[in-house]
Structure formats: structure tokens, C-alpha cells
């Protein structure tokens, strides 16, 4: 049986925009959807539908991450390797309170740990660059050290997830994998044959080196992490994407990242008043439904309850799919593929104090 396993993500629900917002009113058990594993032959893997982000909560780590477990939660998302924006240690910490007090959570229903790792070196100035054989081979050792580190700062031996950050500077320009990508790619993919994880996946790669990724034999990739625009139809060329190839779409700052769009769509708030949540809350359930998985942070205990509650909404009509999904595109486009959820089962909380 799978060790207890983590799922680390960046994004966060900002103390900066806390507001009277809906009573949180009924809060649903998380559910998990199953997703097929990256190793051939292997058992599908249970993800939450909803993670907590542990980016920028520096020394509240420890504290915000256990009370989001608390709370309902059982997934969340870091990072390793970015001190500034992540503190893996405080993850370890708030895993290993929740679980001692947590006797009766079922093994089953155990956590998610998700961890995120970069491959790209910065440039040193005055430094030559490195060839494209150099830089490769440096590629794909830091994503191997960032992970063996992250896993023992956490004081984990599996992942729920590994993603790799990128893509490099090379590929945003030309839309082409470069050697490095690659060789990062490589290295997953061997941790993942090693026992480190059975799922491996990628953060803000565009459709058509996603394609090239998928091309590459091994373990195949099974999530992507990219932000999705209100402005952009909730990234529904991304979403497309991941529906044909068989991708779980994370969504990190789905609230935060567009926030200017909630405060001014009359559309949303008034779908989500007739179902009584708030416009965050309708944004939430928009993408739960379309079968993304939200990754929030919210640092509120009042918030951290409101994302939760969100899973207890009401199902939206087609037609308030749409008007949410079109509410701040420039103009109206044919409907994007609503994806279908995975099954998913769900799982009782403890509520201890």
C-alpha cells in the first residue's frame, strides 16, 4: 500500500482581499478523483478535487497547512528548492500533527502531497552559458537533488505528484522543446520508475510542447498545472488540450489570479446569488464542474471554510456554465468542452479541535 503522500501547490487566497463574503454554509467531504498513473500497469492514483496552497506562507506554514487539513482538506501543493516562496519543513510539520491527530482517517483517505521542482538554472553574469549538452545534463541534476531534498525536508519517501516547472526561456520562444527540457523530463520520469511517485505532470507548458512531451516515451505525463484566465475563457484552449490527451488540469489563483474579473462581473455574481455562494465560491464550483482541480490558499480560516463549502453548491445549468465561462471574453465563442469528472469517491472529515 502507497506510503502517505502530499500534493504542493502555489496559490493563494490573499489576506490582502479578505471581504465579507457568503456564509460558508454546508461543508461537503473532499472527494478524490482517479487518475491514471504515469507507469504502465500500475493502479490509478485518488487526487483530491480541491488542494491547499502552501506558497508565501513562509513561517505560518506549519499553522495554515494543518488547519486547512483540519478543516477538510486533504491535498496540498509545494514547491522545493524556492525558500522564498515555499517552506517545505512547515508542510512536514503540519503532515505530521494532522496525522497524529487524526487517528480515525482511513489510510485510504490519506493525505496528498504534491511537489513542484525547476530545472532551469539562472544566468550568472560574466559566467559563458553552458552548451546544450551541459545544460541538459545540469537540467536533469537539479530536478533529481530538488526532489530527494524536498521529499526529506518534508520527511516523505513518495510523492503524490512531481511537477516539473518550466518550460526553459528556449521553448517559451520557439514552441519547441529544448535538450534541457527534455533531460529534466528524463529525470522525473526515472524517479518515477524508482518508486518515488506515480504521477508525473508539468506547470505552464502551451498545447503544442505538451504535445512533444506526450510524443516522448516512459511514463507519460498526467497533469498540468497552468493558470486559467477569466479574460481567455478560462484557459479553454488548455482545457481542450487536456480533455483529448487524457490530462487532470490544476488551476492555482483561480480567485486571486482574477480577481479584477469578480469584482466587475455582473454575470457571475448573479449566478452565484441565485444559488446563494459568493462569486468566489461560483467561480470555485465553475471549475470543480468542468472537472479542473482548484489549487487555493486561502490564509482566512473563514475562506478556508467558503472553499470547502463550495463542494456542497448546487450543480450549474449548461446555461450558467456558459455564463460564467464567457462572462469576460472579449466576444462569445462556441462553448468549450465541458470535461467530465473522473468517478470520484468520497471521504469523512474529522473535526477535532
Not at 4 to 27: E, N, Q, W
Not at 91 to 98: H, K, T, Y
Not at 270 to 278: C, L
Not at 333 to 344: E, F, L
Amino acid at each position: 500500500m502507497r506510503s502517505l503522500s502530499f500534493a504542493l501547490l502555489a496559490c493563494t487566497h490573499a489576506s490582502f482581499f479578505d471581504r465579507v463574503r457568503a456564509p460558508p454554509g454546508k461543508i461537503k467531504a473532499v472527494k478524490y478523483v482517479t487518475v491514471p498513473s504515469s507507469l504502465a500497469n500500475a493502479s490509478d492514483v485518488r487526487v483530491p478535487n480541491l488542494i491547499y496552497a502552501s506558497a508565501y506562507k513562509r513561517h505560518q506554514t506549519a499553522e495554515l497547512v494543518e488547519r486547512a487539513f483540519r478543516a477538510g482538506f486533504r491535498g496540498v501543493d509545494t514547491a522545493s528548492g524556492e525558500g522564498n516562496r515555499f517552506n517545505e519543513t512547515g508542510v512536514g510539520e503540519a503532515l505530521r500533527n494532522a496525522v497524529a491527530s487524526m487517528p480515525l482517517l482511513k489510510p485510504s483517505d490519506g493525505f496528498f502531497v504534491q511537489v513542484k521542482v525547476h530545472h532551469v538554472s539562472a544566468p550568472k553574469k560574466g559566467v559563458e552559458a553552458p552548451s546544450a549538452e551541459e545544460a541538459a545534463r545540469g537540467a536533469a541534476d537539479r530536478v533529481t537533488r530538488a526532489v530527494r531534498h524536498g521529499l526529506r525536508a518534508i520527511g516523505i519517501r513518495q510523492a503524490g505528484a512531481l511537477l516539473l516547472r518550466g518550460p526553459s526561456n528556449e521553448a517559451r520562444r520557439s514552441d519547441v522543446l529544448s535538450p534541457a527540457d527534455v533531460a529534466a523530463w528524463r529525470a522525473l520520469q526515472d524517479l518515477a520508475e524508482g518508486g518515488v511517485t506515480s504521477l508525473i505532470g508539468v506547470c505552464n507548458f502551451s498545447p503544442k510542447l505538451l504535445e512533444q512531451l506526450l510524443a516522448l516515451d516512459g511514463p507519460r505525463c498526467r497533469i498540468h498545472q497552468t493558470k486559467l484566465r477569466a479574460d481567455r475563457a478560462w484557459g479553454r484552449e488548455d482545457r481542450s488540450f487536456a480533455l483529448a490527451h487524457d490530462l487532470l488540469v490544476q488551476a492555482p489563483g483561480l480567485v486571486s489570479g482574477n480577481r479584477p474579473a469578480l469584482d466587475r462581473g455582473r454575470e457571475v455574481q448573479k449566478i452565484a446569488s441565485s444559488h446563494g455562494i459568493s462569486p468566489e465560491q461560483a467561480t470555485l464550483k465553475f471549475a470543480l464542474q468542468l472537472g479542473v482541480v482548484p489549487v487555493v490558499g486561502s490564509t482566512s480560516a473563514l475562506h478556508v471554510r467558503d472553499d470547502l463549502a463550495a463542494l456542497a453548491a448546487a450543480p450549474f445549468t449548461r446555461a450558467e456554465m456558459d455564463g460564467v465561462e464567457f462572462a469576460y471574453s472579449k466576444g462569445r465563442k462556441p462553448a468549450a468542452p465541458h470535461v467530465k469528472m473522473p468517478r470520484a469517491t468520497s471521504t469523512k472529515h474529522e473535526h477535532r479541535a
